[in-house]
């Protein structure tokens, strides 16, 4: 039985707060408010109108405080963060006090620099602790920062710098890369010098304690890595001499609640930049019920996460992690390379829960897949695996469930919104396919794209949709946007009146459980008004013993009497012993695998009788700082269309082997 309507649970419990959202949607937000620390309390839990709301109106406070100085009595002692680097064989950790101490004397090296309320900083740097001072810091001052990915190229990170036009830099000068160093200045250089937007200081983290100076001796020695020595960038400070005799800021910048806290970026279809403010209030909302209710984040519990810090969901959990008085335990490595290296550190600091996405298990699955290897290690402490990113498939579903043995939480989201379906704090059970139910404070729906009515039944297709006005925890405002919030509503609200759209379609069950199927881009028109989706292609494929991964996208059929007629292409990474029977007779290899898999779709009813028409053997697909697929770009290649590179992606030079295996195909056919 759950209280109707009047308070949030306490434990959570699911089944209330959903009722308590959908009866008194204003009501259950400001419960959710009166647990954040207010340095001015807010007027109004809501104001404005659906379209253009104003949460916490006329309240103020501040993100740092909340999530570290609020601690300082009581949790002074414990560790906040703690840093695993194994391919360095290095380990750190730092306390509640002893980072808030670092952030204190950071935040004063920002005010020596002029930083201040409103200055917008770019931090460049990889998963380690300098990265959370240096986030904190701006925090603190109302700086407001975009955290980003180190994978990024030059070309990149040039079109971020003039868009987001930073007054400061903040870098590292080596992150890892395989097993050796990755040297981040090169790419900051080059960006610097064809950006038209200078910055006016930058200041470097050396990393002497992660490389010492006799390494990065060897490493300028190389000859491929010589033209890096000499390399300066105008304007720079050392960090480790800025912050020396710098007495500490203590006291922290009181904020509006609509002050923006830092800048997420994603990138649509056109591959151009687009920045999500969030608001100080609203986000700090988010982190108190996502991580408290959905994910059952407690005070003094260790969590481990391997997101990068590039990415947001990676930034939500360490602020999340810190709000709650957790613990977090940090990854820095190459994320690319399979390793077991993870259940060691969840023995080390017996682990309650991982987050992760699925391509690191499928990277696991592939050196251990009977997890012969992970049960030498005690991971009993481990009651949860949480996956971001790309949809799950079953196989990987299977190893985390069946070998490793332990209960996943998938979910679903976006960057505009933050968790929109999961499985919250396992109080429902997993489904397999299924992302899991909306989360409490959410009116989540399916609308048609066609008659654009609200889709009344189980199992018929529609376009996520959430009713407005849209909670805290979704983006109120993007960067750069007019008073009229032009790009806002012409990217998500028009299409829908009075909905926000998600642009991904999918189906629930008689239960209410939700399945996201595809971006609706994706879908496959296969002629006389029939659509296929990829999701469900994909799931097949990867059943196949050969296939390591795969993902199906939408090409011309060239059908003169139909121009608007698409096929199904796979582009597919075939597991490593079966990489030297394509290479030694491609042709045909090619065919009878895509026979093969032809074969297994004759069942598939949902395809209705459509089949994969090419098949491309690919090393890598693109995939984007969040790991997800980038999926146009191969429309765009298949079809020799002129694209434009995405500006969240992580392995560019991907896209040209991938031009060449498609002319290679196209020459067999």
């Given at each position: 039985?759950?209280?109707?309507n009047?308070e949030?649970?306490?434990?959570f419990?699911?089944e209330n707060?959903?009722?308590f ?5 204003i009501?259950f ?9 207010w340095?001015k309390?807010y007027?109004?839990i809501?104001s404005?109108d ?8 006329d309240g103020?406070?501040n993100?740092?405080n ?11 002692d414990q ?7 194994p ?8 306390t509640y006090k ?9 935040s004063?090296?920002?005010r020596?620099?002029?930083i201040?309320?409103?200055d917008?900083i ?5 998963n ?5 001072i240096?986030?904190?810091?701006c925090?603190r001052i109302g700086?407001i920062?975009?955290t980003?990915?180190?994978l ?9 710098i ?21 040297y981040?200045i090169?790419?900051l250089?080059?960006?610097l010098d ?5 910055p006016?200081h930058?200041i470097?983290?050396?990393?002497i ?5 006799e390494?990065q001796?060897e490493?300028f020695s ?7 020595r000499n390399?300066?960038i105008?304007g720079?400070f050392?960090?480790d001499e800025?912050?020396?005799g710098?007495?500490p ?8 609640s ?11 279809t056109?591959?151009?930049p ?11 909302a ?7 209710c959905?994910?059952n984040f407690k005070?003094g519990?260790t969590?481990?996460?391997t997101?990068s ?7 939500n959990l360490?602020y999340g992690?810190l ?6 335990i940090v990854?820095e ?5 399979p390793t077991i290296?993870?259940?060691?550190i969840?023995?080390k600091?017996?682990v ?5 996405t ?5 990277l696991?699955?592939s ?7 992970i049960k ?7 009651k949860s695996?949480i996956l971001?990113?790309?949809?799950l ?7 985390i ?5 332990v209960?996943i939480?998938?979910s679903?989201?976006q960057s505009e919104?933050?968790?929109?379906l ?9 489904l397999e ?15 048609s794209p066609i ?7 189980p ?7 959430i ?20 790009k806002?509503n012409?990217?998500y609200?028009?299409e829908?009146p009075g909905?926000y ?6 189906y629930?069950d ?5 399945f996201i199927v ?9 002629g006389n ?5 990829n999701?469900f292609?994909?799931?097949f ?18 059908n003169?009497?139909?121009p608007s007629e698409?096929a199904p292409?796979?582009f597919?990474i075939?597991k490593d012993?079966y ?5 030694q ?7 009878q ?7 297994s779709?004759i069942?598939?009813a949902?395809i209705?009788?459509t089949f994969i028409k ?6 890598e697909l693109?995939?984007?700082i ?5 999926r146009n770009?191969?429309?765009n290649?298949y079809?020799g ?5 995405p500006?969240n992606?992580?392995?560019p030079y ?6 060449n295996?498609?002319k290679?195909?196209?020459?067999l056919?």
């Amino acid at each position: 039985m759950f209280m109707k309507n009047c308070e949030l649970s306490e434990p959570f419990n699911y089944e209330n707060d959903k009722e308590f959202s959908k009866n008194d949607f204003i009501s259950f937000w400001n419960k959710v408010g009166n647990k954040i620390h207010w340095d001015k309390q807010y007027t109004r839990i809501w104001s404005g109108d659906e379209r253009r709301p104003e949460w916490f109106k006329d309240g103020s406070t501040n993100v740092c405080n909340n999530v570290l100085d609020v601690h300082l009595k009581e949790r002074g002692d414990q560790v906040a963060i703690y840093n695993e680097c194994p391919s360095m064989n290095l380990s750190s950790q730092i306390t509640y006090k002893e980072l808030w101490q670092r952030v204190c004397v950071f935040s004063r090296v920002l005010r020596n620099l002029t930083i201040g309320k409103g200055d917008k900083i770019i931090i460049l740097m990889p998963n380690y602790m300098e990265t959370h001072i240096a986030m904190l810091s701006c925090a603190r001052i109302g700086a407001i920062y975009s955290t980003t990915s180190t994978l990024l190229e030059a070309n990149q990170l040039s079109t971020k710098i003039d868009y987001f036009q930073p007054k400061l830099i903040i870098t590292a000068k080596f992150g890892v890369k395989g097993n050796g160093y990755r040297y981040i200045i090169s790419k900051l250089k080059e960006a610097l010098d064809t950006s038209t937007h200078k910055p006016n200081h930058t200041i470097i983290h050396n990393r002497i304690g992660f490389i010492s100076k006799e390494k990065q001796e060897e490493f300028f020695s190389k000859e491929e890595n010589k033209a890096y020595r000499n390399i300066q960038i105008e304007g720079e400070f050392d960090w480790d001499e800025i912050v020396q005799g710098v007495q500490p800021l203590k006291e922290y910048e009181i904020l509006e609640s609509s002050h923006t806290l830092s800048v997420s970026f994603s990138s649509g279809t056109t591959g151009e930049p687009k920045g999500f403010n969030n608001e100080t209030g609203c986000y700090l909302a988010h982190l108190y019920y996502s991580y408290k209710c959905n994910y059952n984040f407690k005070a003094g519990e260790t969590y481990f996460t391997t997101t990068s810090i590039g990415w947001a969901f990676g930034q939500n959990l360490f602020y999340g992690s810190l709000f709650h008085g957790s613990s977090l335990i940090v990854y820095e490595g190459d994320q690319n390379i399979p390793t077991i290296e993870y259940f060691r550190i969840i023995e080390k600091y017996k682990v309650k829960t991982m987050i992760s996405t699925a391509l690191i298990f499928r990277l696991v699955h592939s050196i251990d897949p009977n997890a012969d290897t992970i049960k030498n290690y005690d991971i009993s402490s481990l009651k949860s695996v949480i996956l971001g990113g790309e949809n799950l498939n079953p196989s990987v579903a299977d190893f985390i469930t069946k070998k490793i043995g332990v209960p996943i939480n998938d979910s679903y989201g976006q960057s505009e919104t933050g968790v929109i379906l999961t499985y919250p704090s396992h109080q429902i059970p997993y489904l397999e396919k299924s992302s899991g139910v909306p989360v409490a404070g959410f009116s989540v729906g399916l609308k048609s794209p066609i008659t654009k009515e609200i889709i009344t039944k189980p199992y018929q297709l529609g376009e996520l949709v959430i009713k407005l006005p849209l909670s805290p925890l979704h983006i109120q405002s993007l960067l750069y946007d007019d008073q009229y919030q032009t790009k806002l509503n012409n990217k998500y609200l028009d299409e829908y009146p009075g909905y926000y759209k998600s642009g991904d379609l999918g189906y629930y069950d008689e239960n209410g459980y939700y399945f996201i199927v595809c971006r609706a881009e994706d879908t496959i028109s296969t002629g006389n008004n029939k659509l296929a989706y990829n999701t469900f292609f994909e799931d097949f494929i990867q059943s196949n013993e050969m296939i390591y991964d795969n993902v199906v996208v939408p090409v011309s059929s060239l059908n003169p009497n139909d121009p608007s007629e698409q096929a199904p292409a796979a582009f597919i990474i075939l597991k490593d012993q079966y990489k030297q029977f394509y290479c030694q007779q491609p042709k045909q290899f090619t065919d009878q695998l895509l026979e093969k898999i032809n074969q297994s779709l004759i069942f598939n009813a949902m395809i209705e009788k459509t089949f994969i028409k090419h098949l491309i053997i690919v090393d890598e697909l693109p995939r984007s700082i969040s790991n997800k697929k980038i999926r146009n770009v191969l429309t765009n290649i298949y079809n020799g269309e002129k694209y434009n590179i995405p500006t969240n992606i992580t392995n560019p030079y991907a896209l040209s082997d991938i031009e060449n295996r498609v002319k290679s195909y196209k020459a067999l056919i």
